[in-house]
């Protein structure tokens, strides 16, 4: 009879415990999705030679960034993808995951930083190393934002999404 009510009691505090659980998942949630929640919109174009570069970016209330960048770079490659990252004083450091048309589906991922200048965007030339698969800027290395071929320029965005 002891053990039968200790269980029963042990049972009860698990069942509790649980739902517990399950309402500060449900908080944790809500609160991510209030953080993702798109405070504006702006869309920039860089053209340099036959290259021509679309971005759109959609400040977060959490303050990070997302959005899509289609590069059309001469003559034939077409990267379509999405930008996810953040600004670090005047600099936007974003990572780029795009797929290729000719690579038959396979998915890239790129760092990028875009330094912030006027009413300009400039992407600028950094360091790269590969390390188990995963790209990255450099940290030890300067960024040059001085030398480069694509300036942002802030145009109309054609959809509003």
Known sequence: ??????????????????????????????????????????????????DTIDLKLNTLKNGKLNGD???????????????????????????????????????FKNPMALLKRDNQLILGNGTMQTTMGVTYLVKDKPIDFERVKYKFDTVECADKK
Not at 16 to 39: L, M, P, R
Not at 77 to 91: C, K, L, M, P
Request: contains cysteine; charged residues 25%; aromatic residues 8%.
């Open 1 to 50: 009879m002891k053990n039968l009510t200790l269980s029963c009691l042990l049972l009860v505090c698990i069942g509790f415990q649980s739902c517990k659980n399950d309402e500060k998942q449900k908080a944790e949630e809500a609160a991510k999705a209030e953080g993702e929640t798109v405070v504006s919109t702006a869309c920039y174009k860089a053209i340099y030679e036959k």
């Open 69 to 107: 960048m289609i590069m059309k770079v001469a003559p034939v490659t077409v990267r379509t993808g999405e930008v996810a990252g953040e600004f670090h004083g005047d600099t936007l450091f974003i990572d780029y995951t795009f797929k290729e048309a000719a690579s038959q589906g396979k998915t």
